[in-house]
């Protein structure tokens, strides 16, 4: 309900920090924002190096950014190629798991690998 909603966005402020106008009067860049984001409250965030304080005309609330170049993506590359964890998706998954890639499970005490009907791959199930 629209009670519900506006107590929800009162409560929100008081639960975040400071006000987001405030983080950008700091920083010296006021650049105007939509209404949604006049009394939101940021979180106090310090980044550490290389990150910095950055927020972007579509946000609220900064963020701590640094550019690709400096930070490498994680493009997952190792999972290219043979890997002794890997295993094909489950006999009994459904067709739209084409394309996964699933692992061996390790499974804590009292769980072993088992599957479960609508999963692509095994996973740990209790007893067996």
Avoid: M
Avoid at 55 to 79: K, Y
Avoid at 84 to 93: F, I, K, Q, V, W
């Amino acid at each position: 309900s629209a009670l519900l909603v506006s107590a929800l966005l009162a409560a929100v402020p008081g639960a975040l920090g400071t006000r987001a106008g405030a983080v950008r009067e700091r920083q010296g860049r006021a650049t105007p924002q939509a209404p949604a984001c006049f009394d939101i409250e940021c979180a106090d965030i310090q980044c550490v190096a290389p990150f910095e304080l950055r927020r972007a005309d579509d946000q609220c609330c900064p963020i701590c950014w640094a550019p690709d170049h400096v930070i490498g993506l994680d493009r997952h590359t190792a999972l290219e190629g043979q890997n002794p964890y890997l295993r094909n998706p489950h006999p009994a998954a459904p067709s739209t798991c084409s394309g996964v890639k699933c692992f061996t499970p390790h499974c804590a005490p009292g769980y072993s690998p088992g599957h479960v009907q609508g999963r692509c791959c095994e996973s740990c199930v209790p007893g067996r």
